[in-house]
């Protein structure tokens, strides 16, 4: 006798707290908006903060209401990197350490989590944005920067590398000779540096990073999310990949997209000459 199967009970989501200790979290007009909250700190990132992060972007994650994450510090600081109070490694815990540092080290985590996030991450940036900080900001999809902004990798100043994708990230962005001055010097730029390097999409004046990636986010709303998902997918994914290899998992993913509703609620739309709705689904 055939077995009767049991469907998927559609996933949910976690739900977000209502304070944090290391962050400010707060749905804002379709955008979960997270300010970092260690001013005395500089926003630096321990365990917690990490932890923290994490749990507020997966609350959101299913929600359908909320279209991207925004990444925010305070003025003097947009985030100064790995809380350097947190590195020190008793030479009995070394390869607990070791061990520790792709599942247990919620700092180290939270890279990989930025890595698999399916929504736009967008970073406000004014003031400091070193170390680790950069690394999640370019762990993310875009950098909008003040003219206050102050972008660097100083990890080796400390004998430590930017460990968190820095050398990956950043090589990709601005090409190999630039990223290794930045990380073999620690020289820090400004925010016009940046967007010369093509590190940030704009500069704007100082105070009004959040403005801006705002605005972004009130023009985001009228694209398809499932259309935005997908292109944030491929477009990572393409990174890595060949020519040829982009094109066929670009090809794949456009064709995921032919029964879903919003794309029939996308085309009526246009022939009908009004807004669609888009459901997500
Ligand atoms: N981890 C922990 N604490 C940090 C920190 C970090 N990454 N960056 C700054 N702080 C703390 C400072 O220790 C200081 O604390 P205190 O007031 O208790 O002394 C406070 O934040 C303010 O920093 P301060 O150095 O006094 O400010 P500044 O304006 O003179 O200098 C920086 C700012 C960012 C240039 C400087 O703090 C710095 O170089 N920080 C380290 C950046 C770094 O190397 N990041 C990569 C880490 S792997």
Same mark, same amino acid.
């Given at each position: 006798?055939?077995?009767?199967?049991?469907?998927? %009970?559609?996933?949910?989501?976690?739900?977000?707290?209502?304070?944090?200790?290391?962050?400010?979290?707060?749905?804002?007009?379709?955008?979960?908006?997270?300010?970092?909250?260690?001013?005395?700190?500089?926003?630096?990132?321990?365990?917690?903060?990490?932890?923290?992060?994490?749990?507020?972007?997966?609350?959101?994650?299913?929600?359908?209401?909320?279209?991207?994450?925004?990444?925010?510090?305070?003025?003097? %600081?947009?985030?100064?990197?790995?809380?350097?109070?947190?590195?020190?490694?008793?030479?009995?815990?070394?390869?607990?350490?070791?061990?520790?540092?792709?599942?247990?080290?919620?700092?180290?985590? !939270?890279?990989?989590?930025?890595?698999?996030?399916?929504?736009?991450?967008?970073?406000?940036?004014?003031?400091?944005?070193?170390?680790?900080?950069?690394?999640?900001?370019?762990?993310?999809?875009?950098?909008?920067?003040?003219?206050?902004?102050?972008?660097?990798?100083?990890?080796?100043?400390?004998?430590?590398?930017?460990?968190?994708?820095?050398?990956?990230? !950043?090589?990709?962005?601005?090409?190999?000779?630039?990223?290794?001055?930045?990380?073999?010097?620690?020289?820090?730029?400004?925010?016009?540096?940046?967007?010369?390097?093509?590190?940030?999409?704009?500069?704007?004046?100082?105070?009004?990073?959040?403005?801006?990636?705002?605005?972004?986010?009130?023009?985001?709303?009228?694209?398809?999310?499932?259309?935005?998902?997908?292109?944030?997918?491929?477009?990572?994914?393409?990174?890595?990949?060949?020519?040829?290899?982009?094109?066929?998992?670009?090809?794949?993913?456009?064709?995921?997209?032919?029964?879903?509703?919003?794309?029939?609620?996308?085309?009526?739309?246009? %022939?009908?000459?009004?807004?669609?709705?888009?459901?997500?689904?």
């Amino acid at each position: 006798m055939a077995r009767k199967l049991k469907s998927f %009970s559609r996933p949910k989501g976690g739900t977000l707290k209502k304070s944090y200790n290391m962050i400010i979290a707060k749905r804002r007009k379709g955008a979960l908006e997270i300010q970092f909250n260690r001013p005395d700190r500089l926003n630096a990132i321990n365990e917690e903060m990490a932890e923290e992060i994490m749990h507020a972007m997966d609350a959101v994650e299913l929600d359908r209401k909320i279209i991207a994450v925004v990444l925010s510090g305070d003025q003097r %600081s947009f985030c100064a990197g790995a809380d350097l109070g947190g590195f020190q490694d008793l030479p009995e815990d070394r390869y607990d350490n070791y061990r520790a540092r792709y599942n247990q080290r919620k700092n180290r985590l !939270l890279y990989r989590f930025f890595m698999n996030y399916t929504k736009p991450v967008i970073s406000a940036v004014e003031g400091y944005c070193l170390g680790g900080g950069f690394e999640m900001a370019m762990m993310g999809d875009i950098i909008i920067a003040s003219e206050s902004a102050s972008f660097g990798l100083p990890e080796g100043r400390h004998s430590l590398i930017p460990g968190a994708g820095g050398t990956q990230n !950043l090589p990709r962005l601005i090409g190999a000779p630039l990223a290794k001055e930045m990380i073999w010097t620690g020289r820090r730029i400004s925010g016009a540096e940046a967007k010369e390097y093509r590190i940030v999409n704009h500069v704007v004046e100082q105070g009004k990073a959040l403005v801006k990636v705002r605005e972004i986010v009130e023009e985001m709303k009228g694209v398809g999310p499932l259309a935005t998902m997908m292109t944030k997918q491929t477009i990572n994914r393409g990174m890595d990949m060949t020519l040829q290899q982009g094109f066929l998992q670009e090809a794949d993913l456009a064709y995921m997209l032919s029964w879903s509703d919003d794309r029939t609620e996308g085309l009526k739309a246009f %022939s009908e000459r009004r807004k669609p709705n888009f459901k997500g689904q």
